[in-house]
Nanobody, 118 residues
Framework: QVQLEESGGGTVQPGGSLRLSCAAS????????MGWYRQAPGKERELVAV???????KYADSVKGRFTISRDNAKNTVYLQMNSLKPEDTAVYYC????????????WGQGTQVTVSS
């Protein structure tokens, strides 16, 4: 079992920044992928960014150049640095875990609210 604990959500003005953190605990396989998805009310959950244990990354087109995903393998923690935030970034952000970079998430965090509003 893997547990994911998220933190860092909040409310910011357009153009502001937030940094999300997600710490994984439990039976962590050394080769894995962790990332972030987001979901707004009435919309489907969408991938934001994913990073493998080897450091390979992928981003949604809507966040490229603004968001940066990183991880600390020793701490089993993944981060999402969000800059130049826009109102359309408002959503609940969920941390994810899978065994493979190419696999759909097996575990989810509880979600953390990000609100971008003036």
């Amino acid at each position: 079992q893997v547990q994911l604990e998220e933190s860092g959500g909040g409310t910011v003005q357009p153009g502001g920044s937030l940094r999300l953190s997600c710490a994984a605990s439990g039976s962590i396989f050394s080769i894995n992928a962790m990332g972030w998805y987001r979901q707004a009310p009435g919309k489907e959950r969408e991938l934001v960014a994913v990073i493998s244990s080897g450091g390979s990354t992928k981003y949604a087109d809507s966040v490229k150049g603004r968001f940066t995903i990183s991880r600390d393998n020793a701490k089993n923690t993944v981060y999402l640095q969000m800059n130049s935030l826009k109102p359309e970034d408002t959503a609940v952000y969920y941390c994810s875990y899978s065994y493979s970079y190419y696999q759909s998430p097996l575990y989810w965090g509880q979600g953390t609210q990000v609100t971008v509003s003036s």
